[in-house]
């Protein structure tokens, strides 16, 4: 599957943020799709998941109450609503995806093929 991501942007701290991921080329609702963040000098890390169907969701814990993941199958397309945003939440944003129904171990890089370009969010105070 490829992966497009965009909506990323230059946000002052407390604003909303919504970016996108759009996929083509295979059966969209077969995958677990998730969105990772890399900021400088730092590893990618986890971010958010949601299973196949959408029914199952995770986040890290200091995004929390804050993003939102959701999918739309229809349209082949995964989101991450970013609201109360900080600006320790500057990164590249990058959206990810894995074959499967199985919702688990995805907080490791490792666990998903498929990568798209990713989309800096830049978060300033």
């Known amino acids: 599957v490829q992966l497009q991501a965009s909506g990323g942007g230059l946000v002052q701290a407390g604003g909303s943020l919504r970016l996108s991921c759009a996929a083509s080329g295979r059966t969209f609702s077969n995958y677990l799709m998730g969105w990772f963040r890399q900021a400088p000098g730092k590893e990618r890390e986890f971010v958010a998941a949601i299973s196949w169907s959408g029914g199952s969701k995770d986040y890290r814990d200091s995004v929390k109450g804050r993003f939102t993941i959701s999918r739309d199958n229809a349209k082949n397309t995964v989101c991450l609503q970013m609201n109360s945003l900080k600006p320790e939440d500057t990164a590249v944003y990058y959206c990810?995806?894995?074959?499967?129904?199985?919702?688990?171990?995805?907080?490791?890089?490792?666990?998903?093929?498929?990568w798209g370009q990713g989309t800096q969010l830049t978060v300033f105070s």
């Open positions: 990810a995806a894995r074959e499967g129904l199985y919702f688990g171990s995805y907080t490791h890089r490792g666990a998903f093929a498929s």
